[in-house]
T-cell receptor
Framework: AQSVAQPEDQVNVAEGNPLTVKCTYSVSGNPYLFWYVQYPNRGLQFLLKYITGDNLVKGSYGFEAEFNKSQTSFHLKKPSALVSDSALYFCAVRPSSNDYKLSFGAGTTVTVRA | GAVVSQHPSWVICKSGTSVKIECRSLDFQATTMFWYRQFPKQSLMLMATSNEGSKATYEQGVEKDKFLINHASLTLSTLTVTSAHPEDSSFYIC??????????????FGPGTRLTVL
């Protein structure tokens, strides 16, 4: 079975400060890891993914994430947050086998204050 | 690009009626589509996997007779909520898997459909 944990329901930061959204996972075999963002009443927008290769992955809108196999983590980071980054963020995982089902974390609401 | 649309974006219906939601991949063919359900401020829960030309695979606890899925073409999957009740009110999101040369096929998500059953 695969699972994803996002330990923080909410993250609040001031604009211009670094933003980190935490994610840990459990999966059999090698993981494929994803981050998505959701704005109110909208579908999910893809931010970035880790499939293989470099542990540091750069994605859309200045976000990046680092795959840490020993800690089974895939934390999302942005060096300088914007008010427009305020949204709901989901981490997702699937095994690298033929199982194509994505498992999502519970989500973390990010609020960036001006 | 890879665009997935859903129609309608929102729908209000009376209890006991049926509602059909469409999911289309606009610029690619998707042999596999997925239907998710999301309650307010909660995560996405996979309801079923829709395969073109075959029966959908439902997740445990999802009533297949209540949530009818049809994947009649490579660009269209439909979810019909039959005899809807207020507890079926939710945000329904579909995704479509785009075949490619990569080691995995990426999923692209639709914008979602807000269903409210009165």
């Amino acid at each position: 079975a695969q699972s994803v944990a996002q330990p923080e329901d909410q993250v609040n930061v001031a604009e211009g400060n670094p933003l980190t959204v935490k994610c840990t996972y459990s999966v059999s075999g090698n993981p494929y890891l994803f981050w998505y963002v959701q704005y109110p009443n909208r579908g999910l927008q893809f931010l970035l993914k880790y499939i293989t290769g470099d542990n540091l992955v750069k994605g859309s809108y200045g976000f990046e994430a680092e795959f840490n196999k020993s800690q089974t983590s895939f934390h999302l980071k942005k060096p300088s947050a914007l008010v427009s980054d305020s949204a709901l963020y989901f981490c997702a995982v699937r095994p690298s086998s033929n199982d194509y089902k994505l498992s999502f974390g519970a989500g973390t609401t990010v609020t960036v204050r001006a | 690009g890879a665009v997935v649309s859903q129609h309608p974006s929102w729908v209000i219906c009376k209890s006991g009626t049926s509602v059909k939601i469409e999911c289309r991949s606009l610029d690619f063919q998707a042999t596999t589509m997925f239907w998710y359900r999301q309650f307010p401020k909660q995560s996405l829960m996979l309801m079923a996997t829709s395969n073109e030309g075959s029966k959908a695979t439902y997740e445990q606890g999802v009533e297949k007779d209540k949530f009818l899925i049809n994947h009649a073409s490579l660009t269209l999957s439909t979810l019909t909520v039959t005899s809807a009740h207020p507890e079926d009110s939710s945000f329904y999101i579909c995704s479509a898997e785009k075949p490619g040369l990569a080691v995995y096929n990426e999923q692209f998500f639709g914008p979602g459909t807000r269903l409210t059953v009165l």
